[in-house]
């Protein structure tokens, strides 16, 4: 059976969405200093998007634990990634700040990876919803 069709993904997908933004909102937060300085990034810019991933966390690691989550507390995680994705492009296509070469990597690695995040919850809700395990 593909992964993409396990009655799972959506919850592994939640808990690894959980725990890589905790990991991210933890390091943005906590080396915001040293952060900047190696990715060309304004320290506020960096302390906010960590402060603005601890309720995505919350929400995330909520919606995972549940036996039966929410359609559309799925559909906001999702939702909320993709803007996620859109306002990574926006910042290092914008002209508004001038990263690094490892800032450009840096964001667009993560952009990356929020997108995958974002489709595999997209799979896994169809298939939790097919399933009928959703709520």
């Known amino acids: 059976m593909s992964i993409l069709r396990s009655q799972n993904l959506l919850r592994y997908a939640l808990i690894a969405d959980a725990v890589a933004s905790g990991a991210s909102a933890a390091l943005l937060i906590a080396a915001t200093g040293p952060l900047s300085n190696l990715l060309g990034l304004p320290e506020q810019l960096l302390l906010m998007a960590g402060v603005i ?46 990263p690094t070469t490892m800032g450009y990597a840096f964001v667009g690695a993560q952009a990356v990876a929020v997108l995958i995040f974002a489709d595999l919850q997209y799979f896994g809700l169809r298939n939790a919803a097919a399933a009928g395990m959703t709520a």
Request: glycine letters at 8%; proline letters at 4%; zero cysteines.
């Open 53 to 98: 991933l601890v309720p995505f966390v919350a929400l995330v690691a909520y919606l995972a634990a549940r036996e039966r989550p929410s359609e559309g507390g799925v559909w906001s995680v999702i939702l909320l990634n993709l803007a996620w994705v859109a306002a990574s492009a926006f910042l290092l296509v914008g002209g508004f700040v001038s």
